[in-house]
């Protein structure tokens, strides 16, 4: 049975006859010299794919008679005899795959100046051969725009995952360091075949118990399998651990027994795991310790870790996630508020980990203010694979259109031109330190990530961390010829499906701006009525504010005046009723109900509409893939087909549920044409 176990990487042999044979003739042989423990997994891979496309064995050769020459001009004698070093990316992890004549033969070579270069050189040939892409004069130069390209596990010490929807972690804690099974060394192929290079293990509302020496050494004996890819492990670290684990009566970053205690832990960490790449830290948010308990500032904690970690080249990601229903003000505005006036204040081998949006990886938010406005700090992006907000593993959402509405969102921090991307790229304020994290969809269920369409976010992210200017149409449909079929109809009737997934979502749940309506605590399902959760932050009316007048947010000079964080350009846009985008109506405007937009209908009718058109999306992609059928394995077919139906009743239920709650406010009726909900 396929169980999609094999994700991106599946090398079944090719079936067009005509590029098999192109393929074999063009592939003879191969020359890889290297031995670093990064060479050894490259050329296991290449062996593996290559003898899996061309459905034979291909041999490794010493000479330059080889056809696929691969390594750096340190590793290969032939590669440094047949390439000028100059034409190789300058930058670590960048490689070149080029077409080249040389003893009046044909060949192909995959270089880098690094050994982990050669390794994203592989897989990026691999891919290619995997798409059925022609090997014709190939002069592939790449560099990834970000450096460190990083998982965020939320996996908990007892096997569970915070907001995790593919069964439980990956991590099996009680086996280890003794056992590392094989899956280890298979998400490490998965993350470095789409250029990830860090993960970090555990979740951010963590246990100082990671920390300690027992823990120490799974950690160790994980990083032992990733290290070949490529891979650095992190830890999130819990601000509090020197009172927990280490005995101290405080965890105040000023106090030189705490700075000291950091010190020595950080020292036996890298005891343990020499590559250690630095901390995550959740702190002062959500219940979590941090230096506001002893009256300091995030930059006052940051930086301890930060001189602990830098001796050893680590870095810490603090995070701007931070909100209190203690702060009187908009949720929106507090990490702003808290953030903007530390900039500059932070150690160089600190940057803050920023989510998408404002509030929390809502279907969609607008793009968070922070971005552009701390000039002086490395600022790194923290998207959300897992769908928390988005059906979890259960409903059908390509996350590629929502990276790239943020990534290609402009803050006009210095005219404009100044997206997201360059924020994060460091092109816009010249940094060198720059960063990516993805709250990881993995779990232990067979195909990883539960939903088929789920890996596709994992491998976007990858993709996009390394290039954000790729297109999200185009990594769809790379990802789904590697995963499903190179059958050029079926490729663009599932990349259609992918494409609108998104925009389906948002319609039947939070449209025009809506936000934050989710039933309590497990997020999934409407719950637009929640008004009481014990804290108002947690409800769904401080959100919405529908009332008989109307509905929306004010967020504008005469509301909560969030939109005052972005740069004038862009509050001017959000603030006025006039030109803010529809699709953010709600989130900065409040609007009458009978209101006309620009689209001429009122506001409760447009609402109505797209909610309805939510479901509709749903029937298509309904539509869309029973023509699948014949086309993809059986097994995933049948999964998705299911897996469709319920995102179909629950498209309904949500739209339903939503509809009948804002017309008791609205007391308004169906505009003409659409059914009564049920
Ligand atoms: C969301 C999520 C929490 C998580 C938090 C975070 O609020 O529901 O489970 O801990 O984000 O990102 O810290």
Redesign the pocket.
Known sequence: AETGYRLWLRYDKIENQALLEKYSSQIKSINFEGNSATNLVAKKEILMAINGLLGKQVPFVSTNSASLIIGTPQSSSIIKAIINSDDLPKTADGFLIKSLAFNGEQKIMISATNDKGVLYGVFHFIRLMQANIPLVSLNISETPAIKNRILNH?DNLDGTV??GYAGSSLWEWHKLPGFTPTRYTDYARANASVGINGTVLN???TNALSLTVPYLLKTAALAKVFRPYGIKVYLSARFSAPIEIGGLKTADPLDPQVKQWWIDKTKEIYQYIPDFGGFLV?AN??G?PGPQNYGRNHADGANMLADALAPYGGIVMW?A?VYDDKVPDDRAKQAYSEFKTLDGKFKPNVLVQI?NGAI??QPREPFHPLFGAMPATPVMM?F?LTQ?YLGFSTHLAYLGTMFKEVLAADTYAKGEGSTVAKVISGKLDNHQLTAIAG?ANIGSDLNWCGHPFAQANWYTFGRLAWNPEFSAGQLAEEWISLTFTNDKTAISGIKKMMMGSREAIVNYMTPLGLHHIMAQNH?YGPGPWVNDAGRDDWTSVYYHKADNVGIGFNRTATGSNAVAQYFPAVADQFGDVKQVPQKYLLWFHRIKWTDKLSSGSTLWDELVKHYYEGVKSVDSMQLTWVTMKGKIDEDRHQEVTQLLKIQHEEAKWWRDACLLYFQSFSKLPLPAGYEKPE
């Open positions: 939320w915070e907001r979740n951010v509302n959740k948010s959500e979590q995070r996630f989510k929390d990886f923290e959300q928390e709250v997020h």
